[in-house]
Nanobody
């Protein structure tokens, strides 16, 4: 059974950084593209970033381009999201995803 588990969220001030991690299990992680999504209070879930199975093809939403970096370690079966220069509008629950599998999410709050 495929499972994803996010960690690394927290409360930070504007301009600070956080790194999220997602541990995968139960499937051949190295074969699948992975995604990060987020959902802010009262808003729909939105796509943040994607990375292909090899780590060579990466895409970002315009709202995070230049500030966030997605990466993966196929041997460790982990997906990461380095978030720099955080803004209050980045406040959301962040989810990792592949196909129809979602983690439980990790809360990121950015506030002064």
């Amino acid at each position: 059974q495929a499972q994803l588990a996010e960690s690394g969220g927290g409360l930070v001030r504007p301009g600070e950084s956080l790194e999220l991690s997602c541990q995968a299990s139960g499937f051949m992680f190295s074969l699948y593209p992975m995604n990060w999504y987020r959902q802010a209070p009262g808003k729909e879930r939105e796509w943040v970033a994607s990375i292909d199975s090899t780590g060579r093809i990466i895409k970002y939403a315009d709202s995070v381009k230049g500030r966030f970096t997605i990466s993966r370690h196929n041997l460790r079966k982990t997906l990461s999201l380095q978030m720099n220069s955080l803004k209050p509008e980045d406040t959301a629950v962040y989810y990792c995803n592949t196909r129809d599998t979602w983690g439980q999410g990790t809360q990121v709050s950015v506030s002064s």
